[in-house]
């Protein structure tokens, strides 16, 4: 009951949130204003990391996702967001002509925001991510957007500064009856009860604390749906 397929999310102005993806810049920050992960990650991990940092006592709820004015005023992310102005009437969205003055609007500190963006361009600057390895995994650049040595560092150096709010998020939950290979439930000695079934995001996923990869959630669900269905037949 501890796991769900997590993710980080943005929230939306009516108190919704949708999971984010696909980063071409910027980098997020905790509420040290430090970085604490590779943000190209993907989103199952990342939210991990989030959980995992926020576990350390340092708030990672909410983190921020800090980029420069390269991506024309809107977050450096593969889908476009509606109505800019709306995400920034409800301070989900914040900007600043200087890192300083970002770095107050977001309530971190000033000189460790300076310090870790200072350092994330160095690494910009020479393509290598020393602390996260950001870049080094091919997963990692299938959405980036940078033209440096390494195109998932895209430097933050271009006034004005942006911050957008991320929070941790799900796409559903995966802690829940465990089953066996027909989707039967078991109870607590391990045995089937009879006619009792879960598939889906109601059954503990075979999956454990991972997500091996895209479609698993839905796949996995189709799968025991179809054996429970194949089970109740034969009974
Ligand atoms: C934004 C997003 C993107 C996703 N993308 C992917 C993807 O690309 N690939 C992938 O594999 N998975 C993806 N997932 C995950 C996947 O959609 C879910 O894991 C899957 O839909 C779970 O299916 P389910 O039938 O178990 O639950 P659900 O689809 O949640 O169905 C449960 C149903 O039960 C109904 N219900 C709830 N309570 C009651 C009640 N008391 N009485 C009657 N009915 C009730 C609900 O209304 C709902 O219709 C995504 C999820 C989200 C949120």
Redesign the pocket.
């Known amino acids: 009951m501890d796991e769900a397929?997590w993710c980080p999310a943005t929230p939306f102005p009516n108190g919704r949130a949708?999971?984010t993806l696909g980063l071409r810049g910027g980098i997020f920050v905790n509420s040290a204003g430090e970085r604490f992960a590779n943000e190209s990650l993907p989103y199952d991990r990342m939210g991990h990391e989030i959980r995992g940092g926020h576990a350390t006592g340092v708030s990672h709820i909410p983190v921020w996702f800090v980029f420069d004015d390269r991506f024309d005023n809107v977050p450096a992310l593969c889908e476009p967001r509606p109505d800019p102005a709306a995400f920034r009437a409800a301070g989900l969205w914040r900007t600043s002509d200087t890192l300083d003055g970002l770095a107050d609007l977001i309530d971190v500190p000033a000189s460790a925001l300076g310090s870790t963006v200072d350092r994330f361009n160095g690494f910009a600057a020479t393509g290598e991510d020393t602390d996260f390895r950001r870049g080094e995994d091919p997963f990692d650049r299938f959405f980036a957007a940078g033209d440096g040595p390494n195109p998932c560092l895209v430097p933050i150096d271009r006034g004005p500064f942006h911050a957008v709010q991320i929070v941790l998020g799900?796409?559903?939950t995966?802690g829940g009856a465990r089953i066996d290979a027909d989707a039967r439930v078991l109870d607590g000695s391990g045995d089937p009860i009879p006619g009792l079934y879960a598939?889906?995001?109601?059954?503990a996923s075979v999956a454990g604390h991972v997500y091996p990869g895209?479609?698993?959630?839905?796949?996995?669900?189709m799968v025991f749906?179809y054996r429970a269905a194949r089970h109740l037949r034969s009974d």
């Open positions: 397929w949708e999971f799900d796409l559903g995966k598939a889906g995001n109601s059954a895209p479609g698993v959630p839905l796949g996995s669900g749906g």
